[in-house]
């Protein structure tokens, strides 16, 4: 039985729901696997809470429950941060929410970590979007980098293609990746305008009451950035994308759908983000609203296509999960 020690930082949906998973799953993970996790120090913005011995996860839960911040238990105005860079531990998982414009607060957290010699796994993109070079050049075998549920959740998304096509080339990705837009984009095909569409999925809880980053395409494009990066080992960046949201399409009964496509051309790559009519026999034309899917076209392989029906944050958690485990096995083989 291996026992690793864990930091969680981050306890919103996606880490309070790690927690619950967690709890359920104890018992797989032990008899299964040979694994248990005990959560030694957590952070959200309001502090941190410590235990060497493990942390009551029922009481951590319970008083995010009733929207209180862990640092009325534990100890308020420490950052995140000084947790991981004071905290021994084999594991960071970071749920921080993501910054787009600087990468923050979970670049930080994983450079300090990596550098430390802490596995990290990532729910965020943002680190991932503004420097998964400099991530994925920190990542060894002692020090682990994965990331499974940043890119939609339970969808494994990138872990096709890096570790199910080895020695392919992979000669086009098409993936819808953006819930949001697919559920507007469903509602516009069965008559609704683009304005009432986007309020009935803002009534739904599936679009922001500033739907900017979904409808004009940048959660595609930072999705498939790191698509780019860790699937087909491109530096690819944000500025590398051509993207075009959905607020002019016209569907006339069809359906459309934001398409992120990555196409080879000549020994480069164009990444581009924009709404199409898919024919109707491509694998990603018959899902349904709250589905997401990725399309690998390679030599060897042929066409490989994945597909997941929406699951909110639980999705990401799971991936979490799902991430330890693969570095148990790895460590536990190397
Ligand atoms: N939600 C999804 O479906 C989904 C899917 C895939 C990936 N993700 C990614 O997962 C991450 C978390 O998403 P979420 O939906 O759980 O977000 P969320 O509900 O907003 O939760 C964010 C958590 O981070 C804490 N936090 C904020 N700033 C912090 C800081 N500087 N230091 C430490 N903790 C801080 C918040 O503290 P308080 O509790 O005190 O506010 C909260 O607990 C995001 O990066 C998101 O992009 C989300």
New binding site residues.
């Given amino acids: 039985m291996k026992t690793y020690t864990v930091l969680l930082?981050?306890?919103?949906?996606?880490?309070?729901?790690f927690l619950r998973i967690l709890r359920q799953k104890e018992p797989v993970l032990t008899r299964q696997y040979g694994l248990a996790l005990k959560i030694i120090g957590v952070?959200?913005?309001?502090g941190i809470l410590t235990d060497p011995d493990g942390l009551d996860l029922d009481r951590v839960i319970d008083h995010?429950e009733q929207k209180q911040?862990?640092?009325t238990l534990g100890q308020t105005g420490i950052?995140?941060?000084q947790l991981v860079n004071d905290t021994a531990a084999d594991f960071l998982l970071?749920?921080?929410?993501?910054d787009l414009r600087t990468g923050?607060?979970?670049l930080d957290?994983a450079r300090l970590a990596l550098s430390q010699g802490k596995h990290v796994v990532?729910?965020?993109?943002?680190p991932l979007v503004h420097a998964y070079g400099e991530l994925a050049a920190l990542s060894r075998p002692a020090a682990q980098l994965r990331f499974s549920?940043?890119?939609?959740?339970a969808m494994p998304t990138v872990n096709v293609g890096r570790r199910d096509l080895p020695a392919a080339a992979i000669t086009r990705i098409e993936a819808i990746l953006n819930s949001t837009t697919q559920v507007i984009l469903t509602l516009m095909a069965q008559g609704s305008s683009y304005e009432s569409a986007l309020v009935e999925a803002q009534r739904l809880g599936v679009a922001e009451p500033d739907p900017s980053l979904d409808v004009d395409g940048w959660d595609t494009a930072n999705k498939l950035v790191i698509v780019a990066n860790a699937v087909l080992n491109i530096p690819a960046r944000l500025d590398d994308v051509v993207v075009r949201g959905i607020r002019s399409v016209e569907p006339h009964g069809e359906q459309w759908a934001l398409l992120g496509l990555i196409e080879r051309v000549g020994e480069g790559y164009r990444l581009s983000v924009e709404p199409v009519r898919l024919p109707s026999d491509h694998p990603l034309a018959r899902l349904g609203k709250d589905e997401m899917g990725i399309v690998y076209t390679t030599d060897i392989y042929g066409q490989i296509a994945v597909t997941s029906a929406k699951?909110?944050?639980?999705?990401?958690s799971a991936?979490m999960l799902r991430d330890v485990i693969d570095i148990h096995h790895t460590s536990q083989s190397s």
Avoid: E, I
């Fill in positions: 930082t981050g306890l919103g949906h996606v880490g309070l729901n952070a959200d913005s309001s995010k911040g862990v640092g950052s995140a941060l970071d749920a921080t929410p993501s923050q607060p979970g957290l990532l729910a965020s993109k943002s549920g940043a890119v939609c959740g699951q909110g944050p639980a999705g990401a991936g």
